[in-house]
């Protein structure tokens, strides 16, 4: 089982940076891939980046790509996704998510937390 609550969120301006954190808890956190997704008003929740356990392996979604960065600290039982040079577009609420295995698809995370409200004015 593992908990997770995000943080860091805010509001910002168009070219401005936000690390949002992600506090686990739950014993199997070290071994789990974790992924930060997002959802827009009236949009479906889609995926910003993925880590692997040991952080070997990290993907990004296209729009996110140079911008965004994911990374874990495994023995605070914490991922973080720092955001740089943010959008009005990047207006969502990002929620951190963990699964067992590798894995960039939105449904095969089990664990989700409550998430944090992200808004860029232009």
């Known amino acids: 089982q593992v908990h997770l609550v995000e943080s860091g969120g805010g509001l910002v301006q168009a070219g401005a940076s936000l690390r949002l954190s992600c506090a686990a808890s739950g014993r199997t956190f070290s071994t789990y891939t974790m992924g930060w997704f997002r959802q827009a008003p009236g949009k479906e929740r889609e995926f910003v980046a993925a880590?692997?356990?040991?952080?070997?392996?990290?993907y990004y979604a296209d729009s996110v790509k140079g911008r965004f960065t994911i990374s874990r600290d495994n023995a605070g039982n914490t991922v973080y996704l720092q955001m740089n040079s943010l959008k009005p577009e990047d207006t969502a609420v990002y929620y951190c998510a963990g699964h067992a295995i590798w894995t960039t698809i939105r449904s095969d995370y089990d664990y989700w937390g409550q998430g944090t409200q992200v808004t860029v004015s232009s």
């Open positions: 880590i692997s356990w040991r952080g070997s392996r990290i």
